[in-house]
Nanobody
Framework: QVQLVESGGGLVQPGGSLRLSCAAS?????????MSWYRQAPGKERELVAR????????NYADSVKGRFTISRDNAENTVYLQMNSLKPEDTSLYYC???????????WGQGTQVTVST
């Protein structure tokens, strides 16, 4: 059974940092999946935050987080991370982990972890 479990969310003050983790289990070959972080705030559409290629060699970021967030992955641990620095109130959202196979039409989501940036 394929599963993605996010962790690391919480309440942080503006300017603070958080590190999100997404642990994958049940994958036949985790290294064949591109991994992404998305977020969705109440009343808004889900948006892509960052993506990392299957080997970790390529990364892409939303303009709103460039220079502040860093995505990385550890294929030995089947885990993807999102380091979030200089957090802003507008980063408040439910953050989701996504796995997409690089060839097959398979796509998996985690249950989400809440990030709240507030004083």
């Amino acid at each position: 059974q394929v599963q993605l479990v996010e962790s690391g969310g919480g309440l942080v003050q503006p300017g603070g940092s958080l590190r999100l983790s997404c642990a994958a289990s049940g994958f036949t070959n985790y290294a064949m999946y591109a991994m992404s972080w998305y977020r969705q705030a109440p009343g808004k559409e889900r948006e892509l935050v960052a993506r990392i290629g299957s080997t970790g060699g390529t990364t892409n970021y939303a303009d709103s987080v460039k220079g502040r967030f860093t995505i990385s992955r550890d294929n030995a641990e089947n885990t993807v991370y999102l380091q979030m620095n200089s957090l802003k109130p507008e980063d408040t959202s439910l953050y989701y982990c996504n796995a997409r196979h690089i060839w097959l039409n398979t796509n998996y989501w985690g249950q989400g972890t809440q990030v709240t940036v507030s004083t």
